[in-house]
């Protein structure tokens, strides 16, 4: 991306925020504080100003796709708005580092594309 005129002078995490609208500010720091945004080939910090002809470069983390796995979930309600479950315990949340497979959202993606296309 290259700065405009109107953008000169704001943070780059509000440039940031203006181009990747559906993301949070939050989201936007943390990538910067990653490391994953450059401007004119240099790492910079969030507190970067941006100036005309900037050129910024924003490396995303890949989204990983979440696998349906038939695991037995114990319902206690659900209708069409909300879904109630007794979490046993020992069960993971959502995959993470070291528990990729075998959570809960695996098994509620298995339940909810089962359901669809029943």
Known sequence: MLVKKKENLIRIDTYIKYILYKNN???IQKIIEKGL???N???IKKNYI???NDVIEIFLPEKKNIIPENLKINLFYEDEYVIIIN???GLVVHPGKGNES???I???HFYFFKKEFL
């Open 25 to 27: 500010r939050n989201f």
């Open 37 to 39: 945004v450059y401007v």
């Open 41 to 43: 080939n240099i790492l």
């Open 50 to 52: 941006v100036k005309i």
């Open 87 to 89: 979490k046993q315990s």
């Open 102 to 104: 075998m959570t809960l």
């Open 106 to 108: 695996n098994g509620l």
